[in-house]
């Protein structure tokens, strides 16, 4: 289970294996937004040379959008790559279009929503193939489709993101990036509004963001203790042949709960190894 991944522009292979290397849990090779009409070729070149061989830590392509004249070259060069963990695909407003996508590259895809249009079809597309693998917003975008100004305007947005996903049965979905790469208190408080939604990790666009998020989204000492306590009285309770689990402040624990207690033993462990 991840929690930091970190954007890297296309047009920048000084800069790929200093990502691989800056503590990122994945890293993200974006050939969209961050790279302009004039160099995508170059981009496209260069993130598909680096992928020729396997990379130390997951290693994922944000391509064009699914409607645009890039996203076939895009997809051809990068495909079956061995260095290759995943697709981000931007835009998505049709569960057709990922399964187009799917038939296509045999490896993990991961659609961002960042459209009216692609919120009111969320679950849909997360349901589109099995080989979607997590979704996503991509807020600036939504942002403008929306004419909201704050995060405020986005509560329901992102609640609808993290019901799809769940409802669909993928991870909880990380949040956007924070565009401000020196605010690292605001980035703070804003990665603790997305856990307290149901968000599990983020994206970031600079170095310096990732001990942030992934503090933000740790598990602290107390969380572990009280999700060990609780997979300990499940364990006995399957020791004593019982169907119910009563824990030692009185509360009841459903399968809700165990999936959840599990998630943070295992965050756990993954952030202290």
Not at 149 to 156: K, N
Not at 175 to 188: F, H, K, P, R
Request: charged letters at 20%; one cysteine or more.
């Amino acid at each position: 289970m991840l929690l930091t991944w970190l954007y890297v522009p296309g047009d920048r292979p000084d800069r790929f294996a200093k990502a691989v290397a800056s503590g990122a849990d994945a890293v993200i090779l974006d050939l969209e937004d961050a790279v302009v009409a004039g160099r995508k070729a170059y981009a496209r070149d260069a993130v598909a040379e680096f992928l020729g061989a396997p990379q130390p830590v997951p290693v994922q392509v944000r391509v064009n959008e699914l409607t645009g004249p890039d996203v076939d070259a895009d997809l051809a060069a990068v495909a079956g790559r061995p260095g290759l963990s995943g697709l981000r695909l931007p835009k998505v407003e049709s569960p057709v279009a990922v399964a187009a996508v799917a038939a296509g590259v045999g490896t993990p895809l991961h659609p961002i929503i960042e459209s009216a249009v692609g919120l009111e079809s969320a679950y849909a597309i997360a349901g589109a193939h099995p080989a979607v693998a997590s979704l996503a917003l991509g807020e600036a975008d939504l942002r403008s489709d929306l004419g909201v100004a704050d995060d405020d305007g986005l509560l329901w947005a992102r609640g609808r993101i993290v019901v799809a996903a769940r409802a669909a049965g993928l991870p909880p979905p990380a949040m956007s990036v924070y565009a401000n790469v020196t605010d690292l208190d605001g980035l703070a408080a804003s990665c603790a509004t997305g856990r307290r939604l149901g968000f599990l990790g983020r994206a970031a666009i600079h170095p310096r963001q990732l001990p942030v998020i992934a503090e933000a989204f740790r598990p602290a000492d107390h969380e572990v203790a009280r999700a060990r306590e609780l997979l300990a009285a499940v364990a006995d309770a399957q020791t004593r042949d019982s169907g119910t689990v009563v824990l030692p402040d009185g509360r009841f624990a459903d399968r809700a709960m165990v999936a959840a207690a599990r998630r943070v033993v295992d965050l756990a462990a993954r952030y202290a190894a």
